[in-house]
Nanobody, 124 residues
Framework: VQLQASGGGLVQAGASLNLSCTASGDSITNYAMAWFRQIPGKRRELVGHIKWGGSGTYYEDFVKGRFTISRDTAKNTMDLQMNSLKPEDTATYYC??????????????????WGQGTLVTVSS
């Protein structure tokens, strides 16, 4: 599978933004998927994941209640809806996939395939 992330941009604090990850080459139904983010000089951190089959989602505390991960199997996409954005959400956001049928994964090293990243900048 190949992944391409899109939708980043510059927004003001409190605004919303939707990121999309488009998959090609295989169906996302075969994968557990996740969103990570990274600030220069820091390690890539998990934002949240959606399990294979779309059966469950997980969010890190710093985005819980503000961000929502969803997927559209017909379009072969995964979205990250980001609401109430804060300046500390500024980062490059990456989508990732792991071919799997039921596990939950939390670390960047767990994932086999990555999109190219899309930059989100939140101004105060």
């Amino acid at each position: 599978v190949q992944l391409q992330a899109s939708g980043g941009g510059l927004v003001q604090a409190g605004a919303s933004l939707n990121l999309s990850c488009t998959a090609s080459g295989d169906s996302i139904t075969n994968y557990a998927m996740a969103w990570f983010r990274q600030i220069p000089g820091k390690r890539r951190e998990l934002v949240g994941h959606i399990k294979w089959g779309g059966s469950g989602t997980y969010y890190e505390d710093f985005v819980k209640g503000r961000f929502t991960i969803s997927r559209d199997t017909a379009k072969n996409t995964m979205d990250l809806q980001m609401n109430s954005l804060k300046p500390e959400d500024t980062a490059t956001y990456y989508c990732a996939a792991k071919r799997d049928y039921g596990g939950a994964y939390f670390y960047a090293s767990d994932f086999e395939t990555w999109g190219q990243g899309t930059l989100v900048t939140v101004s105060s």
